[in-house]
């Protein structure tokens, strides 16, 4: 193990597989969430065969699928595809890629660490993690089936007594152990960027990337313990016979179902920010990148995500409001929620004002940017619908809450790992990816995109549930069918359209022109050593002099000709002639180096 | 419309689709503005021989306030008002149960993997006796009067959706929730299941027919007869039926 | 826990300086937080099935042995003070000292899980076993659940005790971080016991 982390030019050998490099340990956290992602994709393209074509056989894959039903789809086939589309989309595919992937890339090369501070316990969490994809994937093929309880597994049907196969067991100890991994990743991601920060880079000096990590990892470090403990709770139901999910008599007293749903929930929800909150950084920081302007209201937005988190937990019982919670609770939940859009408004302003006046460069990573904007927006203010609890009574349980989480987390969330990829490729591959083909992808993708889930919201709106197998069933439904099968048309196209960047990548991967150190132009630290970073990532740990985005500064201009300045080049590159730091410079926006916040580094790190 | 929701066949529906119409008309300008202003710059602010982009951090007080205000009274103009519309709408209408309303009509209701049953309590008004009427998947109901109905259920948790009547409640195991409506007009409702329930959670369909009060009267007295006939007094017959008073 | 074991290998050395016990120790904190939340849920769902149980013990449950459970609760308590007392021993640079009084904070801990098992085996013997109400299940699950904290407490005292004293200093740093683990699983015991066992 020492040995095969120690050797800098540990390629893809078995010894590989051992290293404790957070560079490589990316990667295979990469590996293993784009597969998964191409499988929860491929279940993705299922559904939508059924929604669109009721009971026909499935072309292509269906005899090799379902070959026992004649290649149709059966509802308990269609039950099992979209619990397991959802758990592996969530925990299997966005999970890995955005945290597990970027997060062990980004964090240390962007605060100017040689590695995480607990590189064993990174190397846990990445088996930890295969250990769980291992036990979800063998959930498959076990006696009566795959599980059937949905991603949210609410008991009662996700115990023995609705799901009684050894599948739904699997699965929940499979969400356990990612949720291990996930708790693994947060306790390295913290400490290391408490800890780990190079000289001179403070708090108000991280790129917002990492902010988001941090967000996500303080989320990660207190919510997944409280899915943790609904999953053990229900370990138990199904293995011992206990009955905390099971209702009980009124005499003796007993379980309760709804306890399963505050637990899950109350973890569910920091969820969907621990999913959003690295797809905001990245976004927060690109779009600076590629406007060549700062970063707008960098302390806003610090201060949106801050609050976000803070917040997260006190909003969950918001997916409970028809279960005929207590008026009060239910209420308060929905002020509650309400505000919690506050800083999510916050942040998109930022976003505007980062666009506005600058010289907007459309790279593909930047269009991708612009797409999770726009439908982040269209999906932020759905969730106002959803909010509201006079709405969501009707609402509810319908396609409309599957439009809603769609455009978040299928589209914005899933371009933000699009635009990281394209991003950091050529530090992570050292060499650039294809701009032709990725912004054919980008283009075939949004538009898709969005008359999927766009359509899913006027689906949901006309009223029809969620999980069903055949919509056709109800004659106030029959009308929608058309509707339903432009939808998955589009998706078809969507899914198409994946396989120009699955090809994009591995051209790239083998053929792509080689990067240099800073193709994009900017100052954050990664961009500071070669593409790709050495196995110590940086030669000498650098001197951290300016925030993340100085972009576009005139000084600087003047001075080198370019414009843009390194986090680690000379303090006074960006400031007026003999005037010293302390002083505000009379030049509007140029601001003092910040020193709020802990000290700077730990003495004695160089 | 051509993909709207079912027409509205209740008495406060309406609420519902106001606030529905409500959001997507304040959020629709909000976000049509967002649209223009990211189209200006996306138009004139690109990248140009010569262009450079204008240097700030916009973490001067004023960008602050320019941003706080503005989410403010975002806030106050589509949140608050909302929250304010809704809450008086939820004390005064959907959670004011019709308890001690005469005229109210009582509904048990049983959900069960994968069927609906309903029970209602014939001329004693009482529950669990030889006159319950007791229907599968088909509720009757008459126009025009409150019908309020307790749930709960057998197995796992369902939930009743009445599109026509925008609304729905979860059936959960163990305890009763409850839930209250008016149909304004006759006629023949679909009722479903909204909440994944198992394999055939799809299947769990029903309907409700809304008559006019003398109809349903007639249909109810001969359905007593029936009942009684049917009635036998192993404790099988009351199964499913509780105390009113105690959910 | 692998916290303490992150030795580095040659070539970060540069990078070594600041993993001191700061790092281990901000590492540790999170963790532990991280577990308060495990064993927070825990409670609320005690709490929730206390609440609606009409009763407490519910009628036809035997109420907890108690005294067997006072019992347990004070070996564990002298566990954690006699790790304490290790570590002021590691402190003052008796590593001997340290050792011996470590090696018994792990023996108390062990007894302490034997006890345990000796009461939840005469629970199940009684008939008040996991399954026999929502009274067994959510002292099964709990204490069943500590317990398992405790075993991973005792997996890092002996790594901490095989690995020998390479030097005090070192030594001082493992035991310090066991110390805290230790009193974290003492703490969740104690709240257990007087919050929910006794009341
Ligand atoms: C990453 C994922 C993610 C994110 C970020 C969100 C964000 C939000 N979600 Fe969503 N949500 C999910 C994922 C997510 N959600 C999932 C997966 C479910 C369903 C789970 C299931 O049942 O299976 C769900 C379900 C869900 C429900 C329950 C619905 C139901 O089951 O009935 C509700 C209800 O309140 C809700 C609300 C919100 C709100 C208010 C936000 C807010 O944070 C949104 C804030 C954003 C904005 C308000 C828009 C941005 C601002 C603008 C566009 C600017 C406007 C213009 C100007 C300033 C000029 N969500
Ligand atoms: C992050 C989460 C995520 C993502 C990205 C998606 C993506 C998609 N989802 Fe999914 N979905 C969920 C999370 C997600 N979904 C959840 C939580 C549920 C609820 C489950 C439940 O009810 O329990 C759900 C349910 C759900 C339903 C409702 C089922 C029902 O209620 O009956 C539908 C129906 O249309 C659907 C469709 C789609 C489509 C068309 C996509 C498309 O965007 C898919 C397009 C993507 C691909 C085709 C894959 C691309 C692959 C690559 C890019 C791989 C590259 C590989 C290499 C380079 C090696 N989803
Ligand atoms: Cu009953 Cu779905
Ligand atoms: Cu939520």
Redesign the pocket.
Known sequence: METASDNPASGPSAAALFSRDHKVIAKQFLALGLAFLAVGGFMAMLIRWQMAHPAAPVPLVGRALFGAAGGIISPAAYTSLFTMH?TIM?FFAVTPILIGAFGNFCIPLMIGARDMAFPTLNMLSVWTMAAATGTLTASFFVPLGAPQA???AYATLSTAVGTPGLGQTLWVVAIYLNGASSVMGAINYITTIIRERAPGMTWLRLPLTVWGFLMTSILNALFVPVLAAGMVLLFFDRVFGTQFFIAGSTIKGGGDPILYQHLFWLF??P??????LP?WGIVSDLLAFFARKPAYGYRVTVGAFVA?TALSSL?YG??M??TGMSPLLGES??VL??I??VP??L???NW?GTLWRGSIHLDTPMLYCLGLVFT?????????????IVA?MY????Y???G??HL??GA??LLAIFAGLTFWFPKMFGRMMNEPLGKLHFWLTIVSLNVVFGGQLVIGYAGMQ?RLYDPSVYEFLRPLLPLNQLISRAAFVLGAAQLIFVVNFFWSLARGRRAPENPWQVGTLEWSTSSPPPHHNFDAIPVVNHGPHELGNPLVLARLGRDWLGQTEAAELAWPARTAPEGPAASEGVEPPDVAGPPAAPEGTT | MPYGPPRDASLDGHLVDGAFAYLTFT?GI??A??VV?MGIALLFHRQRAGRVAHYTHGDRRRDHVLTLG??VA?FLGIDAVLAGRSLGHLETRFWSYPDADPAAVRVEVTAQQWAWTFRLAGPDGRFGTRDDVVTLNELQVPAGRPIYLKLHSKDVIHSLYLPAFRTKIDAVPGQTTRLWFQAREAGRYELGCAQHCGVSHYKMRGEMMATPDADWQRWLDRAVQDARLRYDATPDTALGAWDWEQG | MSLAATALGPGRREASASRGPATATIGMAIFLGAAAMLFAAMFFAYGVMRAQAPAWPPPGQAPLPRGALGANTLLLAAASLVLRAALAAARRGNAARARTRAGAALGLGAAFLVAQIVVWRALVLGGAGPTSGIYGSVFFAISGLHALHVFGGLLALAVVLARGASSVARTERRLALAALYWDFVLAVWLLFFFGACLR
């Open positions: 959802g969530i949905g991603w949210t569910g929800h969820e969907v920010y621990i999913l959003i797809a976000v909003v918001h997916h409001f028809t939940f929905m929620t309400m919690i859009s999510a408004v942040l998109f302003l505007l982040f927006g269209v999906g932020g203010l759905t969730g106002l619908f959803l909010a509201d969501d609402l509810h349980d319908t409309f809450v599957v809603h989480f978040i987390m914005a969330v969620r | 959020t909000c976000f503005i967002v202003v503005v989410a975002m």
